[in-house]
């Protein structure tokens, strides 16, 4: 079981940056994937980010341009650089490890960190 926890949500003015972390319990070089997702009021989760072990990164379109994923396997930690944030960025993030076998899929979520885009 892997345990992922987020930090670096809060409240930022429109236009204004926030970088999030996601620290894991074990070693983020035995998990294929991490990624950041995030879930506003009445939608469903959706991915916003998401990097693989070997480096590869994937972006929603929407935050193309605006946003960065990055990791660190020193310090076990995967990171969300948001720059040029929006009102509609405003959401509960999570933070997602996945493992995957030949026949199963593995999820891990962390706890989820609140970020609100207001002015």
């Known amino acids: 079981q892997v345990q992922l926890v987020e930090s670096g949500g809060g409240l930022v003015q429109p236009g204004g940056s926030l970088r999030l972390s996601c620290a894991a319990s074990?070693?983020?070089?035995?998990?294929?994937?991490m990624g950041w997702y995030r879930q506003a009021p009445g939608k469903q989760r959706e991915l916003v980010a998401s990097i693989t072990r070997g480096g590869s990164t994937n972006y929603a379109d929407y935050v193309k341009g605006r946003f960065t994923i990055s990791r660190d396997s020193a310090e076990n930690t995967v990171y969300l650089q948001m720059n040029s944030l929006r009102p509609g960025d405003t959401a509960v993030y999570y933070c997602?490890?996945?493992?995957?076998?030949?026949?199963?899929?593995?999820?891990?979520w962390g706890q989820g960190t609140q970020v609100t885009v207001s002015s």
């Open positions: 074990e070693s983020i070089d035995s998990l294929n994937a």
């Open positions: 997602n490890a996945r493992r995957w076998s030949l026949t199963r899929v593995y999820d891990y």
